[in-house]
């Protein structure tokens, strides 16, 4: 009997959003091109849950409920966008992501798959005696 590996969810997250500025329109067009054919691909194989583009900018709230502008638009830190992937491991959400056209102009993709829990809720549930420090 064979098993159908089972796939969970990764987080592909899509750095720096002024990939485009030393291009010529050409370029700017081919590159654009290549990453819909990626997308499409990726999409039509199953592997795409959800995706979308990100604002260039933002609010950052913090404990004070401060709230300050950014990321700033042109920074190469900015995220421009994510996918949710549908893979067998990290390890396949690592080859899915080098697919991606956005590395050849300075983008980056951080690879994370989603938890059960949040890392530092079960952190903190450790400390309180409260969880296994299994990790």
């Known amino acids: 009997m064979s098993t159908t590996p089972t796939l969970s969810e990764h987080l592909l997250l899509f750095r720096n959003n002024a990939w485009y500025h030393d291009l010529t329109p050409g370029e700017i067009e081919d590159a654009m091109t290549r990453f819909t054919a990626w997308f499409e691909k990726l999409s039509r194989e199953g592997k795409v849950k959800s995706s979308a583009p ?6 950052t709230i913090t404990s004070q409920h401060m709230v300050t502008d950014g990321p700033f638009a042109e920074s190469k830190e ?9 893979a067998g491991s990290i390890d396949e959400a690592v080859e899915i992501a080098k ?3 956005g590395l050849e102009y300075g983008q980056t993709v951080e690879v994370r798959p989603f938890a059960v829990d949040a890392f530092e809720n079960e952190k903190a549930r450790v400390k309180a005696g409260q969880g296994d420090s299994g990790c």
């Open 54 to 59: 990100l604002a260039a900018a933002g609010k």
């Open 78 to 86: 900015a995220i421009a966008g994510f996918f949710v992937v549908r």
């Open 99 to 101: 697919g991606s056209p």
